[in-house]
T-cell receptor, first 114, second 110 residues
Framework: NAGVTQTPKFQVLKTGQSMTLQCAQD?????MSWYRQDPGMGLRLIHY???????DQGEVPNGYNVSRSTTEDFPLRLLSAAPSQTSVYFC?????????????FGSGTRLTVV | TQLLEQSPQFLSIQEGENLTVYCNSS?????LQWYRQEPGEGPVLLVT?????EVKKLKRLTFQFGDARKDSSLHITAAQTGDTGLYLC??????????FGTGTRLTIIP
C-alpha cells in the first residue's frame, strides 16, 4: 500500500498566486485532515473531513479551501498565497475520527511564498 | 482546545545513555498517541495509550500513561543514533480533532 501520497514535494509561489496541494490515500480511511507545521508552533489543523462530501474547519482555516468528492482524495487549495502561508503542509488520514486509531501522514509539501 | 505541553523542548545526549521526555496537560486525556518525525518526513505513529497507568513497550522505548490520564512519558533505554528525531504527543479529546504538542527534538550523539 502507498499509504498517504502528497504532491508536490516542494513549491515556490509568488504572493497572490493560487495553487492546489494534492493528497490521496489508498487505505479506505474515512477521516482525512490537513496540518501545517511551523517552527515552534507544532502541527496545527487547517481543515478536516469525516467522509466524502463532509468538510469542516480546524484551528487555522483562513486562506484555505478544501473539498472531499471521493473517499480517496482531499485537496487543499490556497486561494491567494501570502508569505504567512510559507510552511510545511501535511495531509493525514485515519480509519475514523475518535476510536483511538492512529493517523497516517504523508511526507509533506514544503511551500515557500515570496 | 486542550493544550499539550512537552518537555524538554530540546535534548541532546550521547549514544548509549537513557532519557525520558514528557507530555502534560491540565485536562484529562481520553487517549494519547506518540509519534516520531524524522527530517523531511511526516510523523509516524509509535503507540497509542488509552488506560490510566498503562505501560507499553516498543523495543527500547517505554511509554507510560499517568494514572489520572493527564500526563504521559516516553523513556528510551540505551539511545541509538537512529532514535534521533522530533517526538510528538497528540490527543483527541472527546472525539474531537487530534491536537499535537510542540514536540521534543532529540539528538543522539555518536
Amino acid at each position: 500500500n502507498a499509504g498517504v501520497t502528497q504532491t508536490p514535494k516542494f513549491q515556490v509561489l509568488k504572493t497572490g498566486q493560487s495553487m492546489t496541494l494534492q493528497c490521496a490515500q489508498d487505505m479506505n480511511h474515512e477521516y482525512m485532515s490537513w496540518y501545517r507545521q511551523d517552527p515552534g508552533m507544532g502541527l496545527r489543523l487547517i481543515h478536516y473531513s469525516v467522509g466524502a462530501g463532509i468538510t469542516d474547519q480546524g484551528e487555522v482555516p483562513n486562506g484555505y479551501n478544501v473539498s472531499r468528492s471521493t473517499t480517496e482524495d482531499f485537496p487543499l487549495r490556497l486561494l491567494s498565497a501570502a508569505p504567512s502561508q510559507t510552511s510545511v503542509y501535511f495531509c493525514a488520514s485515519s480509519r475514523t475520527l475518535g476510536g483511538n486509531y492512529g493517523y497516517t501522514f504523508g511526507s509533506g509539501t514544503r511551500l515557500t511564498v515570496v | 482546545t486542550q493544550l499539550l505541553e512537552q518537555s524538554p523542548q530540546f535534548l541532546s545526549i550521547q549514544e548509549g545513555e537513557n532519557l525520558t521526555v514528557y507530555c502534560n496537560s491540565s485536562s484529562v486525556f481520553s487517549s494519547l498517541q506518540w509519534y516520531r518525525q524524522e527530517p523531511g518526513e511526516g510523523p509516524v505513529l509509535l503507540v497509542t495509550v488509552v488506560t490510566g497507568g498503562e505501560v507499553k513497550k516498543l523495543k527500547r522505548l517505554t511509554f507510560q500513561f499517568g494514572d489520572a490520564r493527564k500526563d504521559s512519558s516516553l523513556h528510551i533505554t540505551a539511545a541509538q543514533t537512529g532514535d534521533t528525531g522530533l517526538y510528538l504527543c497528540a490527543s483527541e479529546v472527546g472525539n474531537e480533532k487530534l491536537t499535537f504538542g510542540t514536540g521534543t527534538r532529540l539528538t543522539i550523539i555518536p
